[in-house]
């Protein structure tokens, strides 16, 4: 079976030699050695000022929301995974969804203006497969009209946009570390921000509220995570150089066998590095994806349709907003393929002879 994706598992001996160090201390949680050691190592290699580990992604996005006061609608993606949305609502604010871009598939700064009224807080947009969004445009909307901003940035990790961190744009960017995502810590995320003050509200929202033992900052969550998942946070830390290049070679590998007429992949911003997080293609129609879909799962090959459904149709949003035809057709027509360090070439050729095939007939 060849699945859209496999974890990659660091040096065991490596993981082991950190649990020994845990089972001597006797420290497991509650900002240990491993979090504070992680939490450095990622502001180093990422370039960021303030960065708080947390136990996913998704807890990130909402203590975002909480940390930046937001209200009313926020002006969101309708191409992203459902914790974008989903979070959004989870905080009591309304989604307001804004169609993303043919080429990027990340939220068109186009489209945002029109959707601004007066009960409009902010802009969650997400970087889609690690493409960057157009952070510039999205800046000068956000100034303009006074609202914060804030980055999915759950693909976004390790991507520089103009030789600087990616996560260095708009107020808070929020990372995932879940097991699918290419720098894993089992279950965990992380929020991300330059602003000071934003990062003391973070360090306490993520710990109760508490400033003592005693006393309260403010209302806070739990969002902290473990000294075992930061453990294997220094585990990955130290291979994910070798992850990135290995998929990079693997991306060259699908480009090179991949036909060349008859799919679309979704285009970087040009002013970005790449990390190689997922292999998204678009076909040229809805059938065609039905199509090259079950030929591959003939062959016990999975792909996913990330993304799907466009996030305005989710059944919990209130009816009858407007379309997102952009999003909606990418959705019926992408297919994420198999994309992980243990894939071997050989599958990739498989995987792109079965496409070809299909996609002449
Ligand atoms: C994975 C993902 C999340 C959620 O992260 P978890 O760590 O699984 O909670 C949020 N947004 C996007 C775009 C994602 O891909």
Redesign the pocket.
């Known amino acids: 079976m060849i699945p859209v994706t496999k974890v990659h598992l660091p040096s065991s001996d490596k993981y082991k030699s950190y649990i020994d160090k845990i089972w001597e201390t006797g420290w497991i949680t509650n900002n240990g050695e491993c979090v504070r050691e992680l939490e450095d190592k990622l502001k180093n290699y990422l370039g960021v000022k303030h960065l708080f580990f947390v136990s996913?992604?998704?807890i990130a996005?909402q203590i975002a929301i909480k940390a930046l006061e937001l209200q009313g609608e926020v002006i969101t993606t309708p191409f992203?995974?459902v914790?974008?949305t989903s979070s959004i609502v989870w905080e009591n604010c309304e989604p307001v969804f804004a169609d993303i871009d043919a080429q990027s598939l990340c939220i068109n700064p186009a489209e945002i203006e029109s959707k601004i009224t007066d009960k409009t807080s902010a802009i969650m947009a997400?970087h889609v497969y690690g493409n960057a969004c157009d952070v510039e445009a999205i800046h000068k909307i956000a100034e303009k009209h006074n609202l914060k901003v804030i980055y999915?940035a759950?693909?976004s990790f390790a991507t520089d946009y103009k030789k600087e961190s990616v996560l260095k744009w708009g107020d808070i960017s929020t990372l995932?570390?879940?097991a699918t995502?290419i720098f894993h810590t089992v279950?965990g995320?992380a929020v991300v921000t330059d602003n000071d003050e934003i990062a003391h509200k973070l360090s306490y929202l993520r710990n109760f509220g508490h400033k003592t033992p005693e006393s309260f900052w403010g209302v806070g969550v739990n969002g902290k995570n473990s000294e075992m998942h930061a453990a294997m946070g220094l585990c990955m830390l130290d291979e994910i150089d070798d992850v990135i290049a290995l998929r990079k070679d693997m991306a060259n590998e699908y480009d090179a066998v991949l036909p060349k007429t008859g799919i679309q992949k979704p285009s970087p911003n040009s002013n970005q590095s790449l990390n190689y997080a997922y292999y998204p293609i678009l076909l040229e129609s809805e059938e065609k994806r039905i199509e090259v879909q079950e030929a591959l799962n003939k062959e016990n090959i999975f792909p996913r349709r990330y993304f799907y459904p466009s996030l305005n149709k989710l059944p919990y949003l209130k009816e009858g907003g407007p379309d997102m035809p952009v999003s909606e057709s990418a959705g019926k027509r992408v297919l994420s393929l198999p994309f992980y360090t243990s894939l071997k070439k050989e599958e990739i050729k498989m995987v792109a002879d079965i496409i070809k095939a299909t996609v002449k007939v």
Do not use: R, V
Request: glycine share 12%; net charge negative.
């Open positions: 996913n992604g998704t996005i992203s995974y914790a974008t997400t999915d759950a693909h995932s570390f879940h995502k279950e995320g």
